[in-house]
Structure formats: C-alpha cells, structure tokens
C-alpha cells in the first residue's frame, strides 16, 4: 500500500479543486439550456394536472449521491481517554437524547421511546470531523470557529480569545463536548437515516417530523421488509433439507 504523505495529499486536494473547477465551468455553460429545459418540463405539467396536486401526497424520491472525501494522513482511529471521558459523561452521566429521534442510554430497551431499534449511544463529531483534524489550518479555525464558541461560551473559550494552537485545537476535535453530538447508531450510521449516510437538508429535520408520518414511514418499511425475511428462512430451510445426512 503507498505510503499518504503531506506532499500527496495537497495533490489530491489541488486535483479535487481542478475537478470541481472543471465541472463548474461546464455546468455554467450548459445553464441555459437546462434552465429552458427545466421551465419547459414545469409548463408541461402544469397543462397534466391541476397545479394544487402537485407532490400533495407523501413521496419518495430515489438519488444517488456521488462523493469524494479526501482525508490528510492520520493515525489509526484509537479512543483516546479524553474522548472516552466525555463520551461517558454525555451518553451516559448526562444521559443526553439522540438530537434525531430522542431514545437515551437508559431507554435503550423500551421500544416505545425507542421506535428506531437503536442498540447503543454514540458520540458524532459534528464541526470538525475527526480525520479531518490534521487538515484544519489554525488560522482559519480562529477566524471561523472560535468567534461562535466564545459567544456561546464566553468563560470556557475566554483564554483562547487570542486564537487557539495546533495542538489545543486537535484535543478540541477530538473530545471537547461542543465538537460532540450524542446520537443513537441508527442516526448516526444507518442507511437512509444516518448522517454518515444521507445529505444533511435531509437528516436534519428528522427530529421535529410528524410522529404520525414517522409512524406510517415505519409500518412501510416493516411490511417491505418482511416479504425478504420470509424469503431468507425459506431458503435457510430449502439449504437445510439439500443437506446429506
């Protein structure tokens, strides 16, 4: 496996930039016509149906999401004990709910204040991702980030006013509770609901959605699912039975 270095990295990000340039341009050049497109496509279903029926009905729309992350070198993920220290003290002293569906470390196992089936509380690193860290340039954390914690904590971030080191702003990424979010597994990981997974216009309403369409999204899914279910113990049973005695 070749060897990531600093001189690597900053290639692969000035050949992301190149890439993003490049397709912006093309995209530019091409608005037009995709303008004119578009309006023509909205006439078209305007004159179909009656404009007050448009999208009225719960829907789901289908996309694929290409993506390319670049990440500086990094060590193995290994939690550190500050980490530990502050992921213990929010999931499970402070017992703070998952911020998408509300479950908590002490309602784990009640499915009725847990709907999503979650196993276990996690801790996301919501600012700055943590293989992002060594790519975070000091000055422009200060510039960007520290005003918003000093306003939000102005006696915690108050010895920092003058801008925070390399090294205070790697700890901070790491396992400082304002770069932390509690989430359940499901929310933070799982397809389609996880923000790992999904788009964030997207996974960041989930907290404040209808319970009564939450609950119709859910009885969808369990019927859909249980016709897989049935087809897998089927099988399981047919590979049983071929087996010789």
């Known amino acids: 496996m070749a060897t990531v270095t600093r001189t690597s990295y900053i290639n692969d990000v000035r050949k992301q930039a190149a890439i993003v340039a490049t397709h912006g341009a093309k995209l530019k050049a091409a608005a037009p016509e995709r303008i004119a497109k578009a309006g023509k496509l909205v006439q078209k279903r305007r004159a179909a149906s009656d404009e007050s029926e448009l999208d009225q009905h719960a829907h789901a729309v289908s996309r694929l999401l290409h993506e390319v992350a670049f990440y500086p070198p990094h060590d193995v993920r290994r939690e550190t004990p500050g980490y530990k220290k502050a992921h ?38 919501h600012i700055v991702e943590w293989a992002m860290a060594n790519a975070i340039d000091p000055a422009k954390f200060n510039t960007h980030v520290l005003p918003g914690l000093l306003r939000k904590n102005p ?49 960041g309403p989930q907290d404040i959605l209808d319970d009564e369409i939450i609950g119709d999204y859910l009885a969808q899914s369990k019927q859909k699912a249980a016709p897989k279910k049935a087809a897998k113990k089927t099988a399981k049973k047919t590979v049983k039975k071929a087996k010789p005695h």
Not at 93 to 122: H, I, W, Y
Not at 167 to 192: G, P
């Open 88 to 125: 213990a003290h929010m999931v499970r002293d402070l017992d703070l709910p998952c911020l998408a569906c509300g479950v908590r470390n002490s309602t784990l196992k009640e499915p009725e204040k847990n709907p999503f089936g979650a196993v276990q509380m996690e801790t996301h690193h």
């Open 155 to 203: 006696q915690k971030y108050g010895p920092y006013k003058n801008g925070m080191t390399k090294e205070q702003i790697l700890a901070w990424v790491d396992h400082d509770e304002d770069n932390l979010w509690v989430l359940c597994d499901v929310h933070h990981r799982h397809t389609f609901v996880g923000i790992h997974a999904v788009t964030f216009p997207i996974w």
